[in-house]
T-cell receptor, first 115, second 109 residues
Framework: DTEVTQTPKHLVMGMTNKKSLKCEQH?????MYWYKQKAKKPPELMFV???????INESVPSRFSPECPNSSLLNLHLHALQPEDSALYLC??????????????FGSGTRLTVV | GQNIDQPTEMTATEGAIVQINCTYQ??????LFWYQQHAGEAPTFLSY????GLEEKGRFSSFLSRSKGYSYLLLKELQMKDSASYLC??????????FGKGTRLSVIA
């Protein structure tokens, strides 16, 4: 299995809703990432988990809450979002130490719209 | 910190060759990646360079000069499906990838 699977593919939520984005990989990668990408912009790093522990939080607002329940799963819990949070949310995974041609493997993303 | 610069947009003709440049400034350089991203889809890995020189993979090649902080992605025999954004990303030490703003390539007939 060489894929990162993200669900749902599309999500529309109100500003008072609570929702979760899910990401799953079975490549044995022990580093997992959440990126946010606005239209015509590059992906921006939000969180990094290394060996199931949060290692980097890029000053993300607390309305985004990541969770890594095991080495294959990564969740992003959403609560009280703002319309400007509408974006493509990308999950990626890699070896903890990226060497050679591996790079990151990205999921296909969740297109989030906050209304 | 890191600074990555690449052109915003390029247009090229089907069947032609196009070179997308990327310059970077980073401490503890540990690799330069190129990704392709079609609109609304995930980035897909194209190439990785950590040593100076040219890496060739079919129609795509990537070049790196560490002393100049410079890389390029060369696409040959362009096809319409190559219309996409091309993201240059640099790695510093073992920190996560930082992406450039991406180059939107339009391939025209």
């Amino acid at each position: 299995d060489t894929e990162v699977t993200q669900t749902p593919k599309h999500l529309v939520m109100g500003m008072t809703n609570k929702k979760s984005l899910k990401c799953e990989q079975h490549m044995g990668h022990r580093a997992m990432y959440w990126y946010k990408q606005k239209a015509k912009k590059p992906p921006e790093l939000m969180f990094v988990y290394s060996y199931e522990k949060l290692s980097i939080n890029e000053s993300v607002p607390s309305r985004f809450s990541p969770e890594c329940p095991n080495s294959s799963l990564l969740n992003l819990h959403l609560h009280a979002l703002q319309p400007e949070d509408s974006a493509l949310y990308l999950c990626a995974s890699s070896q903890v130490r990226v060497t050679g041609v591996e790079g990151y493997t990205f999921g296909s993303g969740t297109r989030l719209t906050v209304v | 910190g890191q600074n990555i610069d690449q052109p915003t947009e390029m247009t090229a003709t089907e069947g032609a060759i196009v070179q997308i440049n990327c310059t970077y400034q980073t401490s503890g350089f540990n690799g330069l990646f190129w990704y392709q991203q079609h609109a609304g889809e995930a980035p897909t890995f194209l190439s990785y360079n950590v040593l100076d020189g040219l890496e060739e993979k079919g129609r795509f090649s990537s070049f790196l000069s560490r002393s100049k902080g410079y890389s390029y992605l060369l696409l040959k025999e362009l096809q319409m499906k190559d219309s996409a954004s091309y993201l240059c990303a640099a790695r510093s030490g073992n920190t996560p990838l930082v992406f450039g703003k991406g180059t939107r390539l339009s391939v025209i007939a």
